[in-house]
């Protein structure tokens, strides 16, 4: 579980949770909360929790890296045989958990909770991340999951798969899709959050959506080398028009407003796929430093001094 501000609903999804989990007395079960750089009472409440239940781990970022990052955290720091990715906002119910696990026996090793609805949420909101799902579909030729968020249970293969993967801009819903293994999706209703604020605006989401097109994707390069050939084969068209016209007819060939036009539409074209190359080339320049995902400040209360022994 992914944590940021979450003082607000932490104990009761931790009650709601082992409410669930009491009901599944053939497995052993583990908490394992990220503290993704809080500045509320949350890791007051996970070493809380901690003090009163063995079975609750937490991790403490050295500060806020963002959810993508705390998901992979949370995963190098987990034992057992499989998990339970969710948020700790109750959106995503733990009363799935049973329902998950059955098919996890039935030899499925992704399990994933596909929205059926979606509460709280505005009408843009939701048509929108529709809308993205299906652009992203036609753009990479990985099967993304639409409507599909982060609660899922994985299989400890799939675990170690994602452990592979150090890439430091990461969109983790496409990561899921990548691996491939044996998937199977269930339905549920989303609820609004239980207590707190969303820590996601609009400005996030669309920085969220870039990342999920550059990380899966090099069609908007390509669309850029296609649009400039179309651009090029109309220039050297309109050029030799200007060539045949002055000879026929001689003189200045009037149209100096349509010629601005041109410049400054090309122009412009030019600068966003300036921006388009950039955005790639970004990419190529953040993972090329090799800094470490993250950094963990203690695991459990213990102080990590050395980060490379951090996950043992």
Same mark, same amino acid.
């Given at each position: 579980?992914?944590?940021?501000?979450?003082?607000?609903?932490?104990?009761?999804?931790?009650?709601?949770?082992?409410?669930?989990?009491?009901?599944?007395?053939?497995?052993?079960?583990?908490?394992?909360?990220?503290? +993704? *750089?809080?500045?509320?009472?949350?890791?007051?409440?996970?070493?809380?929790?901690?003090?009163?239940?063995?079975?609750?781990?937490?991790?403490?970022?050295?500060?806020?890296?963002? &959810?993508?990052?705390?998901?992979?955290?949370?995963? +190098?720091?987990?034992?057992?045989?499989?998990?339970?990715?969710?948020?700790?906002?109750?959106?995503?119910?733990?009363?799935?958990?049973?329902?998950?696990?059955?098919?996890?026996?039935?030899?499925?090793?992704?399990?994933?909770?596909?929205?059926?609805?979606?509460?709280?949420?505005?009408?843009? &909101?939701?048509?929108?991340?529709?809308?993205?799902?299906?652009?992203?579909?036609?753009?990479? %030729?990985?099967?993304?999951?639409?409507?599909?968020?982060?609660?899922?249970?994985?299989?400890?293969?799939?675990?170690?798969?994602?452990?592979?993967?150090?890439?430091?801009?990461?969109?983790?819903? *496409?990561?899921?899709?990548?691996?491939?293994?044996? &998937?199977?999706?269930?339905?549920?209703?989303? +609820?609004?959050?239980?207590?707190?604020?969303? &820590?996601?605006?609009?400005?996030?989401?669309? %920085? !969220?959506?870039?990342?999920?097109?550059?990380?899966?994707?090099?069609?908007?390069?390509?669309?850029?080398?296609?649009? *400039?050939?179309? !651009?090029?084969?109309?220039?050297?068209?309109?050029?030799?028009?200007?060539?045949?016209?002055?000879?026929?007819?001689?003189?200045?060939?009037?149209?100096?407003?349509?010629?601005?036009?041109?410049?400054?539409?090309?122009?412009?074209?030019?600068?966003?796929? !300036?921006?388009?190359?950039?955005?790639? !080339?970004?990419?190529?320049? %953040?993972?090329?430093?090799?800094?470490?995902?993250?950094?963990?400040?203690?695991?459990? *209360?213990?102080?990590?001094?050395?980060?490379?022994?951090?996950?043992?």
């Amino acid at each position: 579980m992914p944590c940021y501000n979450e003082e607000a609903v932490l104990r009761q999804f931790y009650a709601r949770t082992s409410e669930v989990i009491q009901g599944i007395p053939d497995y052993d079960f583990e908490f394992v909360f990220v503290n +993704d *750089g809080s500045c509320d009472g949350t890791l007051a409440i996970m070493r809380e929790l901690r003090a009163q239940d063995t079975r609750v781990s937490y991790v403490n970022l050295s500060r806020n890296f963002g &959810k993508e990052i705390a998901m992979i955290a949370g995963i +190098d720091y987990l034992q057992g045989d499989a998990a339970v990715i969710m948020d700790a906002d109750l959106q995503d119910p733990p009363e799935l958990i049973p329902e998950m696990i059955g098919w996890w026996e039935k030899g499925y090793d992704d399990i994933s909770a596909k929205r059926r609805s979606r509460a709280g949420e505005t009408f843009f &909101k939701k048509w929108s991340s529709h809308t993205f799902y299906r652009i992203l579909q036609h753009l990479t %030729n990985i099967p993304i999951q639409p409507d599909v968020g982060d609660f899922r249970l994985l299989d400890k293969q799939c675990l170690n798969a994602l452990r592979l993967m150090r890439e430091s801009q990461r969109y983790t819903k *496409g990561l899921f899709s990548w691996i491939g293994f044996n &998937k199977k999706e269930i339905l549920f209703d989303r +609820d609004v959050r239980a207590a707190g604020k969303t &820590k996601w605006n609009y400005w996030k989401l669309m %920085n !969220l959506a870039i990342e999920g097109i550059t990380s899966f994707t090099i069609a908007p390069l390509r669309a850029a080398s296609f649009i *400039g050939c179309l !651009l090029a084969a109309a220039a050297i068209l309109y050029m030799a028009y200007i060539v045949v016209r002055t000879l026929i007819y001689g003189g200045d060939v009037p149209g100096y407003p349509s010629l601005i036009s041109i410049i400054l539409f090309i122009g412009g074209v030019q600068l966003l796929f !300036l921006g388009i190359i950039g955005e790639y !080339l970004g990419r190529v320049f %953040n993972e090329s430093k090799f800094r470490p995902l993250y950094l963990v400040k203690d695991y459990n *209360g213990k102080i990590m001094i050395d980060q490379k022994e951090e996950r043992k």
